[in-house]
Each structure stands twice: as C-alpha cells, then as structure tokens.
C-alpha cells in the first residue's frame, strides 16, 4: 500500500539549491501543450486536471472514453529534489491500471527532445494512426546497422542501442517496423530483445508477430522490457510472450538541456565526471549529483516478458 510516509523520499531540509534548470519556467506552457496536442487530434470529451479518478491524487489530461490519461512531468517539480519519491509516478499508474485505464507518463525532457515521437505514442494510444499497414503485404529481411540506427533514432523514444541481429518489415521498399536483439543487458547467456519500434504514426496489423516467427530459432528464447510509464505489455502478450516479473523504478538525471543514465553516474565515475573539487568521497552518488544541481527524476519501473521461438 501507498502511503504519505512511503511516498516522500528526501526530508524538505535536505534539498539542495538547484544551480541551473533550463525547463522550470516552461512547466505550465509544457502541460499546456500537450493538452492542446490531444485537443487538436482528438474531439470527443477530455478531462484536464481531475482529482476524481484516483482521488486524492491529480491526473493531468484524462480521455474516458479510451480508458487513457497522460501525466506531465514537469523535471524540477517531479523530480527528487523537490521530494518526490521513487515510487510516485509508479503509484499513480498502478492505481490507474486497477481502473483499466493506460496512464502515460511524458516527462519535460522527452517532450522538448522527443515531441514527434511523444506525439505518436499518444495518438497510438487513442487509436488514431496517419496510416494503417497489414503485415501480409509487407516483406521481410534482415536491415544493416546504418540504417536501424536512423530508424530508432527517429521513430523510438530511447533511440539507437548496439544489436547484432535487427529485422524489419518494409512496405513498398520503405522500412516500416523493426525488432533489435542482442546479448542481455543483466542477466549473462539471456538474449534480448532490445528495441521494437514502428514508423511514427504507423499502425502495422500483424506486424509484431510476423516477426517474431521469422527471427532465427537459434536464438531459442527472447526476453524484453517493456516500460510501464508508457506501455501496459498488451502488444506483447497478445503476440505470445509471458510475464516474467516487474523491475523497481529507475532514474535519470537532468541539468540543463542534458539527461544522463544512472550507469554515467555510479559513484565510481563521479570524480571524473563531475571534477574534483565538485565531488565529496563521503557522500552518495545521490547526494553528490543533487549537490552540483543536477534533477533526478524516477521512472515506473519496467515490465520483464519472456518469448520462446518456435
């Protein structure tokens, strides 16, 4: 159970002075452009900031009809400086999902550097596609390095990974889906699929199963991570994987324009990173990082699924 005590993380007296936020003055104006995104593509009733659905807490954008509801994310205020706890934004969407209803989390970050992308993972989630595919009319075949790395860069929300397999599905000559997989980023002999993406905008009916059969059984079984602050794992499941396990939330951390992952961080990398005179041995990663005004922010946590090729 979620409680007051449980969700505050860091005691008011301990957070430090934020030395440089590039967003904090654009929160509102970041809310506001997403509510007015979904306005302008969707018509029938929205719901903006109702405390009705998972009372006492706020849900920021909310569509009842699709059963979908968008959080804001603005960096400094829901970040762990201003006392936010790590299991916040993940509270909200398990409460939400014990509704049926999808919560996406779109962070201040993600929406100036990703927006395109964003701005399909929504419409996809309200059902409303520039153009709607069937895997039967597309082929398959193996896609090189170059450009599986265009492609995620453009069309996935965490961009390019290193993979030594990639497969795609092309329609008229023109990549429109592809699955990645490589060596497992934690667990050693697992494989993993490490992106699935498609084509922004782009409903591609069957695709995900067709290439799942196609991916050579010498890879026996697949697993992946689903993110939970944007995907529930319905595509994955109705595609034949299995639950495996849900992972505690994890962290980025932002100055500025600049985000950086937990493993640039780990404490061992600090002195380097962040200088010398700006780094403190005696205390934690956390508390070196939020010292030199960087904002961390928490996630939801991923979904881990499991595919066995046949």
């Known amino acids: 159970k979620y409680t007051k005590d449980n969700l505050v993380f860091i005691p008011n007296d301990y957070i430090p002075k934020i030395k440089e936020y590039a967003y904090t003055n654009h929160s509102s104006l970041f809310e506001e452009s997403i509510y007015q995104f979904v306005k302008n593509i969707y018509s029938d009733k929205i719901n903006r900031n109702t405390r009705r659905i998972i009372s006492p807490y706020e849900l920021d954008v909310y569509i009842p009809d699709k059963k979908v509801a968008i959080e804001c994310n603005g960096l400094y205020y829901h970040s762990t400086n201003h006392g936010v706890s790590k299991y916040y934004h993940l509270m909200?969407?398990?409460?939400?999902?014990?509704?049926?209803?999808?919560?996406?989390?779109?962070?201040?970050?993600?929406?100036?550097?990703r927006k395109e992308i964003c701005k399909s993972i929504i419409a996809g989630a309200l059902g409303i596609f520039d153009e709607r595919l069937y895997a039967r009319k597309?082929?398959?075949?193996?896609?090189?390095?170059?450009?599986?790395?265009?492609?995620?860069?453009?069309?996935?929300?965490?961009?390019?990974?290193?993979?030594?397999?990639?497969?795609?599905?092309?329609?008229?000559?023109e990549l429109v889906q592809i699955v990645t997989i490589g060596k497992s980023r934690f667990k050693e002999g697992e494989w993993e699929l490490l992106r699935m993406c498609t084509k922004l905008n782009t409903q591609v009916i069957g695709g995900f199963s067709k290439l799942l059969h196609h991916i050579p059984k010498e890879y026996k079984e697949i697993v992946s991570f689903v993110d939970r602050g944007k995907f529930t794992g319905k595509g994955y499941y109705s595609a034949g994987w299995e639950y495996v396990s849900n992972?505690?939330?994890n962290y980025h951390y932002f100055l500025g324009s600049k985000r950086y992952t937990r493993?640039?961080?780990?404490?061992?990398?600090?002195?380097?990173?962040?200088?010398?005179?700006?780094?403190?041995?005696?205390?934690?990663?956390?508390?070196?990082?939020?010292?030199?005004?960087?904002?961390?922010?928490?996630?939801?946590?991923?979904i881990k699924v499991r595919y066995k090729i046949k």
Request: charged fraction near 25%; hydrophobic fraction near 30%.
């Open 247 to 249: 992972s505690a939330p």
């Open 263 to 302: 493993n640039q961080c780990q404490k061992h990398k600090l002195k380097s990173f962040l200088g010398e005179e700006n780094f403190d041995p005696e205390l934690t990663e956390m508390q070196n990082m939020l010292n030199n005004g960087f904002l961390q922010l928490f996630d939801c946590g991923n």
């Open 138 to 173: 597309c082929s398959i075949q193996e896609v090189n390095l170059d450009n599986s790395k265009d492609f995620l860069e453009k069309n996935h929300i965490q961009g390019y990974v290193p993979s030594s397999y990639r497969l795609g599905l092309f329609y008229k000559d």
């Open 92 to 113: 909200k969407t398990e409460k939400c999902a014990e509704q049926g209803i999808r919560l996406i989390h779109i962070n201040e970050w993600e929406w100036y550097n």
